[in-house]
């Protein structure tokens, strides 16, 4: 697929991160899991491929990471959804949700956008059924 970008939206990496908050340590690796889901009215060229990434810094750099893909075969409302793992280097930010297409026009507008933390509980050990 062809790499036409389209940022649909910047996110604040603040309101993202788990409870302990974002490492100042470059060298710290860690990582942070998103349920994320993004309901868009669509308007590009038939049969189109689209792709959802979520782009973030750290201190690697440039990071992107693919959400979900689907094709399109005209103007449509659709979903993209995925439970999404970021590896990250350090401090995170920069944090952008970017469709990536093949089609040399693209229309979208949000119609709703959910993100939200899935962090461990502190002891899973305590959350075994017997």
């Not at 974002?22 to 998103?34: K, Q």
């Not at 992107?64 to 995170?92: A, C, H, M, R, W």
């Not at 930010?93 to 899935?118: G, K, P």
Request: aromatic letters at 8%.
């Amino acid at each position: 697929m062809a790499s036409i970008a389209t940022k649909i939206r910047q996110l604040t990496p603040e309101q993202y991160l788990p409870r302990a908050g974002n490492p100042s340590d470059p060298g710290l690796s860690w990582s942070i899991s998103l349920n994320l889901g993004l309901w868009l009215s669509l308007d590009l060229q038939q049969g189109c491929s689209v792709a959802l990434y979520i782009d973030y810094q750290d201190s690697r750099g440039d990071q992107s990471l693919l959400v979900d893909t689907l094709k399109f075969n005209s103007e449509q409302e659709t979903v993209f959804s995925n439970l999404i793992k970021l590896p990250v280097k350090g401090v995170l930010q920069s944090v952008a949700l970017i469709l990536r297409h093949d089609s040399t026009w693209v229309e979208c507008s949000i119609n709703e956008l959910f993100v939200r933390v899935v962090e461990l509980p502190p002891n899973p050990g305590l959350y075994k059924s017997a």
